[in-house]
């Protein structure tokens, strides 16, 4: 038994619901830790480990996604889930008294394998319930559950810390919301294994290390992840050095600078998620990273708060039309049997940005660069990016030459 006509499936069936609502309570847990990096510092770590420290959990990531990728499959996926979720809230619960460098190094590479296997998993099912034809509107949902809590969580946080002594007890106090996730997750498994329980083999067993070599080399699918890298440096740059920036031009309202952007992120998807496969996908692309150039440089420069409103929602509309348009694409030109494979290398190269920014980010601001050097630096790589999408579509119009040949 296949599964059934794409046209024929809803978006919107109850294991869809579902894991957004799982990845919504997840991603909870991990937006708490945006200013993680000014935590190390009022705890005593020495200034050129925090870049380090705040970066090794998506470097865990990076380096766990690997061997993830090829183990996991929709029929282990859930149990994968469960286990990921337990060991996130014991990491959680443990950064109130784990205060030293190599405790917070240990702590930071468990919590890193923990939400790799998470959202690995998460993602190897998830694939399963997008119809083809709906990867733009699906991908963009998928998008509202992980960015919600990056607009709840940060001015949530700010309000806590009045009420806390440190971060710490905040971190420890959302592990909480891992119980209903664990919850849906119990729900999950059950209808999980009746709705595949007759889909073709091919479909929901683990990939082949063979098939998954042939996938890499597909040009299209390696400039895809390229372009995922450049813009996941680009965005964590934003995310880990937003407050620096702001505080080095006597802006006190960066905490709005991700409501806003997140919110008009959201919007924009739920409004308009339904049109994006309507869309040439990498042309739209193309616009938004082209508009996103300059803005990057003018978030070096920020002076006012008005600017950084307006910036915010500046960015947040080329970011809210790029990043699901990016997975929608990946997900379009990829085989069946590999929309998992792909969509999680596409969260190798996130993993991959998030490490690297921090770390080298880091590294340029300490050694005494400028917070405008370093948004500018981003401007350059989504330029690259430009340069890669152009390529992209060459190979898919030589593509659709060969065909009609």
């Known amino acids: 038994m296949t599964l059934p006509p794409q046209d024929d499936r809803k978006l919107f069936s109850i294991e869809f619901l579902m894991l957004n609502l ?12 945006y200013s993680f990096f000014d935590y190390l510092g009022r705890i005593g770590i020495p200034a050129h480990w925090r870049g380090f420290l705040v970066g090794l959990e998506p470097m865990s990531a990076f380096v766990l996604r690997l061997g993830a990728v090829p183990l996991l499959h929709a029929k282990n996926a859930a149990t994968a889930m469960i286990v990921a979720l337990i060991v996130i809230m014991a990491a959680l619960c443990s950064y109130g008294w784990v205060v030293t460098v190599h405790g917070l190094i240990i702590l930071r590479v468990l919590h890193g394998a923990a939400f790799v296997l998470l959202v690995s ?3 190897a099912l998830v694939v399963y319930f997008i119809p083809e034809g709906k990867s733009g509107q699906g991908f963009g949902f998928i998008s509202v559950s992980v960015l919600v809590p990056y607009a709840i969580m940060p001015p949530l946080t700010e309000l806590l810390k009045a009420y806390t002594q440190n971060e710490a007890q905040i971190y420890r106090g959302v592990s909480i919301l891992a ?20 889909v073709e083999g091919v479909l929901v067993r683990r990939p082949k290390i063979d098939e998954i070599r042939k996938n890499l080399k597909d040009p299209r699918i390696s400039l895809l992840l390229g372009v995922n890298l450049f813009i996941y440096i680009s965005y964590a740059t934003v995310f880990y050095f937003m407050k620096g920036n702001a505080a080095a031009g006597s802006i006190t309202a960066v905490g709005w600078f991700f409501t806003i952007a997140t919110l008009v992120m959201i919007a924009l998807r739920l409004a308009g998620g339904v049109f994006f496969d309507k869309l040439d996908k990498t042309r739209t692309i193309q616009v938004f990273m082209l508009l996103l150039i300059p803005c990057f440089v003018l978030l070096g420069h920020m002076r006012s708060n008005v600017m950084l409103f307006f910036l915010a929602g500046y960015y947040g509309l080329c970011i809210g039309f790029i990043l699901p348009l990016l997975n929608a694409l990946l997900f379009d030109v990829s085989a069946p049997e590999l ?50 999408l152009v390529v992209l579509r060459r190979l898919g119009a030589s593509g659709a030459r060969e065909a009609v040949a």
Request: a positive charge; one cysteine or more; glycine letters at 12%.
């Open 121 to 123: 998993a998460a993602m």
């Open 179 to 198: 119980i209903p996730a664990l919850l849906l997750l119990v729900v999950l498994k059950k209808r999980v294994s009746k709705v595949l329980g007759g």
């Open 22 to 33: 799982i990845i919504f309570f997840s991603f909870c847990n991990m937006a708490v830790f």
């Open 339 to 388: 929309r998992g494979v792909n969509v999680n290398l596409a969260l190798f190269a996130m993993d991959a940005g998030f490490f690297l920014s921090p770390w080298l980010g880091g590294v340029l601001i300490s050694s005494g660069g400028s917070f405008a050097f370093l948004f500018s630096l981003c401007g350059g790589f989504i330029f690259v990016n430009l340069v890669l």
